[in-house]
């Protein structure tokens, strides 16, 4: 491969909350590792690559000149936002004045639900549900109907629509949250299932928040389709907010953006955006996604995809031959395993506090996934050289699952 995916970094004093918190902050980060074993970072869902190196070399070029003031944003900052988003999904029609700066994609969730609702209202979301919906949406005094995600004969999960319409109806629900592709069940959703989600809220007037933040970690065989791609009508209904942060490791710096193509939408998302007087672009972020978004950045990925792809397969296959009573349904897009630990539980009769912590003590530094609202889960980051995921694997093998 052209770029570095198998070096191991030392991310220790280096600002990082993978691996500088865990012992720390009890309740929020894993336990500390027994003496002996260091600790492998499979809960923050950041990555453990280099990133591609124009982004260092723009950031340094810009760093070079000692002037940090007020700035304009680039036209090349869009424009590169246009072109990435021609490439990689095939979109057609996009204009700079679609796309609008967020300082992120939970804030940009908020400025467009506080557009489209009065606090107090029911905002359907699926669930298992990524917690930071489950807190931003709460403490902004929002109430959320779930509606849960199944899955089907093959394990696939999939959209409950006769539950998503007749929650809607009773509810007097008229936004929706949507991850695409989900967190944190990885699922990559067909064209079909988001036709038919569409025409769900096209007929009782919902309007879509759509979060396509891992939209481009799609595994090999499945494609990412933009929400607002499905129809005229789902483009002038959808809210769809994306960043560089989950693709190119740059979550520290900050900054997210949305597009909208609805000008009386977008000129009030914008408007609500801008009345806390603080989701201001931060020029060092400006110019990483410049350099993110470079010819090198598309190369970037799609090696980055493959090293992705041989983890999963590597630890699904592992999983379904080794672990009893461990199920996991492949992810399609994202880095991130959800794992269903039911069966285990309730073979070895302990609890799911009792497996992650038999984990974090051999330094497997994986995720409660009961914070998602999915009984006995567990999140489990697979952005790692292969070599640290097959330690990681080999200490669960001899430690926990023997």
């Known amino acids: 491969m052209k770029y570095d995916f198998e070096t191991v970094m030392d991310r220790h004093g280096k600002d990082a909350m ?22 492998i970072p499979m809960w923050v869902a950041d990555m453990n690559f280099p990133v591609v190196p124009t982004i260092q070399q723009k950031l340094a070029e810009r760093i070079s000149h000692p002037a940090f003031g007020y700035f304009p944003v680039r036209d090349e900052y869009t424009q590169l936002i246009i072109r990435w988003h021609e490439t990689r999904n095939h979109v057609q029609g996009l204009t700079p004045e679609c796309i609008g700066y ?20 029911n905002v359907l979301v699926h669930s298992p549900t990524y917690i930071g919906f489950t807190n931003c949406l709460t403490n902004n005094g929002y109430h959320i109907i779930h509606s849960p995600l199944r899955k089907d004969a093959q394990g696939i999960w999939r959209m409950d629509f006769e539950d998503m319409e ?62 607002q791609s499905i129809s ?37 998302v914008e408007m609500e955006s801008s009345l ?34 041989r983890n999963i397969r590597y630890v ?15 992810p399609q897009g994202t880095y991130m395993l959800y794992l269903d630990c039911s069966g285990w539980c309730r073979r070895t009769g302990r609890s799911i506090h009792d497996l992650e912590k038999a984990g974090w003590r051999v330094g497997v530094a994986w995720q409660d996934g009961e914070m998602f609202l999915q009984p006995e889960t567990i999140r489990m980051n697979l952005a790692l050289p292969f070599s640290r995921v097959q330690e990681a694997i080999d200490r669960l093998d001899r430690y926990v699952f023997s």
């Not at 967020?102 to 209202?121: H, K, Q, Y």
């Not at 949305?258 to 977008?266: A, G, K, S, T």
Request: include cysteine; charge should be negative.
């Open 18 to 39: 993978a691996v500088d918190t865990p012992g720390h902050q009890p309740g929020f980060a894993p336990d500390a590792p027994d003496e002996g074993f260091d600790i």
């Open 102 to 121: 967020e300082n992120g994609v939970l804030g940009g969730v908020i400025s467009a639900l506080n557009v489209l609702c009065s606090r107090g209202d």
């Open 166 to 227: 007749e929650k809607i109806v009773q509810n007097h629900i008229h936004a929706a949250v949507f991850c695409s592709p989900h967190n944190p069940c990885g699922r990559v959703w067909e064209r079909a299932e988001l036709e038919q989600f569409a025409e769900l809220c096209r007929r009782h007037d919902v309007y879509i928040v759509c979060d396509e933040i891992w939209s481009d970690l799609i595994m090999p065989g499945y494609t990412h389709i933009p929400m």
């Open 232 to 268: 005229e009508d789902c483009r002038m209904r959808t809210v769809a907010l994306y960043a560089p942060s989950k693709t190119f490791n740059l979550a520290g710096l900050i900054g997210s953006y949305h597009i909208i193509y609805n000008p009386w939408l977008r000129d009030r």
């Open 276 to 309: 806390c007087g603080y989701n201001n672009m931060n020029v060092l972020s400006m110019h990483a996604l410049i350099g993110a978004y470079q010819p090198e950045g598309y190369e970037w990925v799609d090696e980055l995809i493959q090293v992705l792809d």
């Open 316 to 330: 699904c296959d592992h999983i379904d031959r080794c672990w009893d009573g461990i199920e996991v349904s492949r």
